[in-house]
């Protein structure tokens, strides 16, 4: 080969270089890409091209080798060792009463015993999982659905506060939670350098799109912060919170400087009020106050319900109020087939986000608040839950006609029906109705489900209208579609082959997330999880749907669930979905764990009242160790556990012969 070719080869891999990061930076940068993905994938594959033919060539740092490259738009999956679990919400004093009775209760102890709590700011940022493994830090992970979450530990290596080495005393092996941020005044001095479209709306979501830039040079370039409020797993053991925060300073590691700790509600309530008179003065952005018990031991005896942990509470703040004029009223169809009345507003900001849609609930609301078309209304929106109307401010001077229910459903033209004690319109077409199927793919592929990145809301629909898919099993097919949505508009090669790695990725999925993503009514996480749990694996789950008294011994499913099961494998579609589903997926069984205890694998009923632990403390141990809780005494009863004042349950294990054991019994067994 000449010299003259040799340069003019290395020209063109020096302009590929260049054409390269321009548009990466432009894509990640701003969400604002100057060409096609088409046009994208041409110029990325011309230089794997000249890449893989003049290895010799090739220029050192280029787009291959850039881990900000749209080629590698993917960041590693890491499963935290310790689940990241969400708040439950608090508003008032009322609220954080009943929170330190439940806590309490859950203990078994007395209501007028004392329990400290340590209160902090809760900071409108996004959660971050550091994993420090013999001092060192090994992955920086983001919540993710809260077992799973993504690395971005490249992109923290600026963060001043998150060291890479910790500093004396520290753990074998620690997971520390915390908090990144941007203050508002880093906020400002971005958004002033960016032009009006690219502005973001609030510091939260410029801290979110600085975190999870693929270009990881972009996300060093801004000034993101981090501050720890908590820990996941460690090989150490400590004993109270306070403790731990007093580790976290030897460490080199920030905790908020605002912090209280007190057992008494009342206190507390008045340090809450206090923040939220003077957060205008922080220059960050916080939503409530987060209250947690500050004895570790007691927590893990407490343990969570569902996403969210028993000792811990988010006292938010007040709901952020505007006033607007309602322009139209439209209804929209759920995946269960809940018809819900939407107000389409004036847009306006409210707390940093633009709002044009509100809910009004439901036909009952909208006739009680007199709502109609024009009127000027009082908005809030309180975290992040939906806008809704809270009161008409000023009637409309057009006789505009109240908002009726419809009689059909205005997407299939189905009748519409209420159910007994329920507040809700519903289109009676479960599995034909165009909104209904569609929210039930959206639902299938969301993040707490299958969780296929790249394939939100308009990718479903896009795919549907065009034929591409018709249920939620011909999302494994859409190989077969390859040149056809490749020369889609928005799309190319490299965006079609992410979209199919995802898929790829998303079949192995555990039993409750499958159980989720069938979006059955009633069954959310929790009941996923039980389900899960107590069946084991897909069959048995089928198989119980035809065996009401199977279900109905679940511990904590409830008869609504129960019936809604049954009517989903009542349609038969529903059973050839699932075995179409078996063969793509790879839904892993729940196996009991092999716990060398003596509860391992065995049913159990309680009956009575215990003394010294609650009911719900001694179910939840009984559980943790592999035990199956029962509700009704049966001859598959291994046994029944009898505290004060056993009722039928206890005669009837009498009458088949079961096993009983006293309160203290079950407690020195389950203990050795």
């Known amino acids: 080969m000449s010299k003259e070719d040799i340069n003019r080869i290395k020209n063109r891999l020096e302009e590929l270089s260049k054409l390269i990061n321009k548009h990466n930076f432009h894509y990640h940068q701003n969400d604002k890409p100057l060409i096609t993905d088409k046009e994208f994938d041409k110029l990325v594959i011309e230089n794997s091209f000249l890449e893989k033919k003049y290895p010799n060539l090739k220029i050192k740092n280029g787009p291959s080798d850039n881990v900000g490259g749209k080629s590698k738009n993917k960041f590693k999956k890491i499963q935290h060792k310790s689940p990241m679990l969400s708040l439950a919400n608090g508003f008032n004093l009322e609220d954080i009463k009943e929170f ?185 952005d916080i939503d409530g106050l987060v209250i947690k018990l500050n004895n570790i031991f007691l927590q893990k005896r407490l343990g969570n319900v569902g996403k969210n942990p028993r000792w811990a509470i988010a006292l938010k703040f007040s709901a952020e109020k505007a006033t607007t004029t309602i322009q139209d009223i439209n209804f929209q169809v759920g995946r269960t087939g809940s018809i819900t009345p939407v107000a389409r507003l004036q847009s306006i900001n409210l707390g940093g986000v633009i ?168 069954i959310g996480e929790v009941n996923s999880e039980i389900l899960a749990k107590e069946l084991k694996n897909i069959d048995n789950f089928i198989l119980a749907s035809r065996k009401t008294d199977v279900l109905s011994n679940i511990d904590g499913v409830g008869p609504k669930a129960i019936n809604a099961i049954k009517d989903y494998f009542a349609y038969k579609e529903n059973l050839i979905l699932l075995e179409k589903l078996s063969k793509y997926l790879d839904i892993k069984e729940n196996k009991i764990k092999n716990i060398n205890n003596f509860f391992n694998k065995k049913n159990i009923v309680f009956t009575g009242t215990l003394k010294s632990i609650s009911r719900d403390e001694a179910k939840y141990m009984a559980k943790k160790v592999g035990a199956k809780i029962l509700s009704s005494v049966s001859k598959t009863t291994d046994y029944v556990i009898i505290g004060e004042k056993a009722g039928s349950k206890a005669k009837k294990a009498e009458e088949l012969g079961i096993n009983t054991l006293t309160e203290d019994m079950f407690l020195k067994k389950i203990n050795s």
């Open 100 to 284: 330190d009775e439940r806590v309490k209760k859950y203990l078994n102890i007395e209501l007028i015993k004392k329990l400290d709590y340590i209160c902090e700011p809760k900071i409108d940022g996004l959660s971050l999982n550091l994993t420090y493994k013999d001092g060192i830090l090994i992955s920086a992970a983001t919540r993710g659905d809260g077992l799973v979450g993504e690395d971005v530990k490249k992109n923290i290596s600026n963060i001043k506060n998150i060291p890479t080495n910790l500093k004396a005393d520290f753990p074998n092996f620690i997971e520390i939670r915390g908090e990144v941020f941007l203050t508002k005044s880093d906020f400002e001095k971005i958004n002033s350098k960016l032009d009006k479209k690219h502005k973001f709306a609030n510091p939260r979501n410029a801290a979110a799109g600085s975190l999870r830039q693929l270009d990881f040079n972009i996300s060093r370039s801004r000034p993101l912060k981090f501050l720890a409020h908590g820990v996941g797993f460690s090989s150490h053991e400590f004993n109270y919170f306070d403790e731990f925060f007093l580790n976290l300073q030897k460490w080199g590691i920030k905790k908020n400087d605002i912090s209280f700790k007190s057992s008494n509600m009342s206190s507390i309530f008045d340090f809450y009020n206090k923040i939220n008179q003077s957060r205008s003065n922080l220059d960050y």
């Open 355 to 522: 709002i044009s849609n509100a809910t009004l609930h439901n036909f009952d609301e909208i006739k009680k608040k007199n709502i109609q078309i024009g009127d000027i209304v009082e908005i809030q929106r309180a975290g992040d839950v939906i806008p809704q109307v809270i009161k008409v401010i000023k009637k409309s001077s057009k006789n505009s006609n109240l908002i009726s229910p419809p009689k059909k459903c205005p997407v299939c033209g189905s009748k519409t029906f209420k159910e007994k004690n329920e507040a809700v319109l519903r289109c009676i077409n479960t599995y034909g109705c165009y909104a209904q199927k569609i929210s039930q793919i959206i639902h299938f592929v969301s993040k707490k489900a299958l969780n296929i990145d790249g394939f939100g809301e308009k990718q479903v629909q896009q795919f549907y209208e065009l034929k591409f898919i018709t249920d939620v099993s011909d999302i494994f097919t859409l190989k077969s579609f390859k040149s056809k949505i490749e020369a889609l508009e928005g799309w190319g090669e490299l965006s079609f082959k992410n979209l199919i790695n995802s898929i790829e990725n998303s079949k192995k999925i555990s039993l409750d997330k499958f159980i989720y993503s069938l979006g059955i009514r009633f």
